[in-house]
């Protein structure tokens, strides 16, 4: 069974930073991507960042610039390291990998909070 195993989260100061790690674990084979989406109270989940199998990364426009993601292959761990926060960006974020098991399969991590103050 796979389990996807996020920390990270916190209360910051707006021009704070936070660094989220994201670990998968199982009987994984391979990874397709890794990433992070956010969902505030009474809107939409949304991407935040993804990182695929060969090192590419796409971002939302709204964290260009300020936020990073990276991944260590070898752990099966993504990371969203978060700068510049800003009170809009308060959310829970949530861990997202499509990954192949026996099949390919898309998991969805616990989500952890994320409140930037003003």
């Known amino acids: 069974q796979v389990q996807l195993v996020e920390s990270g989260g916190g209360l910051v100061q707006a021009g704070g930073s936070l660094r989220l790690s994201c670990a998968a674990s199982?009987?994984?084979?391979?990874?397709?991507?890794m990433g992070w989406y956010r969902q505030a109270p009474g809107k939409q989940r949304e991407l935040v960042a993804r990182?695929?199998?060969?090192?590419?990364?796409n971002y939302a426009d709204f964290v260009k610039g300020r936020f990073t993601i990276s991944r260590d292959n070898a752990k099966n761990t993504v990371y969203l390291q978060m700068n510049s926060l800003k009170p809009e960006d308060t959310a829970v974020y949530y861990c997202?990998?499509?990954?192949?098991?026996?099949?390919?399969?898309?998991?969805w991590g616990q989500g952890t909070q994320v409140t930037v103050s003003s």
């Open positions: 997202n990998s499509m990954l192949v098991t026996s099949y390919r399969g898309n998991y």
């Open positions: 199982g009987s994984i084979r391979s990874i397709d991507f």
């Open positions: 990182i695929f199998s060969g090192g590419a990364t």
